[in-house]
């Protein structure tokens, strides 16, 4: 167990659809990281928050977007769903503070079916 | 850019054999760090190591071990004896230690190891 949780385990929908993945990071880690795993692209960086603030952006559609709370916990909007979203979003977190490149933790993830 | 390769797409052993799991990465920064994750058929992603560019001694934990080389930019990963339990896809990582910036993982395709009893 990495202490990174993700909510929910599962998720079907319908195209034209919008979901909320939530994320809650390891004790004291400061940093929230999204990653799409797909067959056809593999596992993908989409954002990054550090503290509250955006920090990274990645491949991330428009359509798809991201906040972290003052509590640290994340969520991944993803809106106007269409059958290519469907993939198993990963959040993973770090401490992120003075180390560079620090190990980031990886939630089970939430594999979303888009119908 | 980043790029990290794992040339082995699947790998199939019988329990016992010892294997060896190939990364190359391409990076145009000195200082970079190199991980591997595990994915077993669970799903989720299990953290394995994490080394710096300035560190090139192997390591070893376990049945585990890491040969890293600057020189032909690779990452190898050895499963010595290897055991049923270690079916999983196995992932090398890429992350660029930029000042003030993102540490976002580039990863390889992976590879997805088989051990038969």
Do not use: M
């Amino acid at each position: 167990d990495s202490g990174v949780t993700q909510t929910p385990k599962h998720l079907i929908t319908a195209t034209g659809q919008r979901v909320t993945l939530r994320c809650s990071p390891r004790s004291g880690d400061l940093s929230v990281y999204w990653y799409q795993q797909s067959l056809d692209q593999g596992l993908q960086f989409l954002i990054q928050y550090y503290n509250g603030e955006e920090r990274a952006k990645g491949n991330i559609l428009e359509r798809f977007s991201a906040q972290q709370f003052p509590d640290l916990h994340s969520e991944l909007n993803l809106s106007s769903l269409e059958l290519g979203d469907s993939a198993l979003y990963f959040c993973a977190s770090s401490v992120a503070t003075q180390v560079p490149a620090d190990t980031q933790y990886f939630g089970p993830g939430t594999r979303l079916t888009v119908l | 850019a980043q790029k990290v390769t794992q040339a082995q797409t699947e790998i199939s052993v019988v329990e016992k054999e010892d294997v060896t799991l190939d990364c190359v990465y391409e990076t145009r920064d000195t200082t970079y760090y190199l991980f591997w994750y595990k994915q077993p058929p669970s799903g989720e992603l299990v953290f394995l190591i994490r080394r710096n560019s300035f560190d090139e001694q192997n390591e070893i934990s376990g049945r585990y071990s890491w040969n890293f080389q600057k020189s032909t930019s690779s990452f190898n990963f050895t499963i010595t004896a290897s055991q049923v339990v270690d079916s999983a896809v196995y992932f090398c990582a890429l992350s660029e230690a930029t000042q003030g910036g993102s540490e976002k993982l580039v990863f390889g395709k992976g590879t997805k190891l088989t051990v038969n009893p």
